[in-house]
């Protein structure tokens, strides 16, 4: 499985990159807005620091801006992935944004029927937002299941970008299940690491080291 970084703050991409574990980066109207940056140079910034896709989403609402907007958006660099909502618009302006050789990701997606149509109309990715559907007590993990299903099924290429992740358990849960790509704040993918008997160990470990004067170097 891919790891996108979920985030617009440069210091935590590159910090992540650093470790070769970034594979791509999304961002949303929400996450610029929090960075405090302009959208086309923060954008820039990100794709030059990363090579896998970066997703920058579009503001417009009627397809013909959004596919104004996403020829800008691709202008930005090689590795841009269009975002769009998953409107009847957003799907007309995937389509031809992808006809004209863009990478398209489809963001907003809550139902199955709705990754169908982005599927049909060949977006590169389909972003299912998790969180916000375990926030009203639905499940998100059962929609990731139910695409992967569906898309094995006829072979469709668009990846399942699993998005809204509010937890590492999410993460192993979307590998499990087969998503293509999660992507996740970068506090959610630090705390992949933790484990308290890792912890545990280690003082343990490190009680012995002292009594011991155990050297290396
Ligand atoms: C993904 O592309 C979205 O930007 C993001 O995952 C949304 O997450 P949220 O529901 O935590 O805002």
Redesign the pocket.
Known sequence: MKFFV?TAEIDDIKDLNALGIVDGV???P??IAKSGRDILEVTKEICSIVDGPV?AEVVALNADDMIAEGRKLAKIADNIAV?VPLTWDGLKACNVLTNEGHMV?V?LCFSANQALLAAKVGATFI?P?I??LDDLNLDGMELIADIRNMYDNYGFETQI?A????SANHMSDCAAIGADVA???PAVIKKMADHVLTDKGLDGFMKDVAKANIKIV
């Open positions: 979920d999304t961002t949303n929400s996450l997703s975002k990701n963001t972003s937002f969180g916000r970008l998005a809204s992740i509010r992507t996740a704040p």
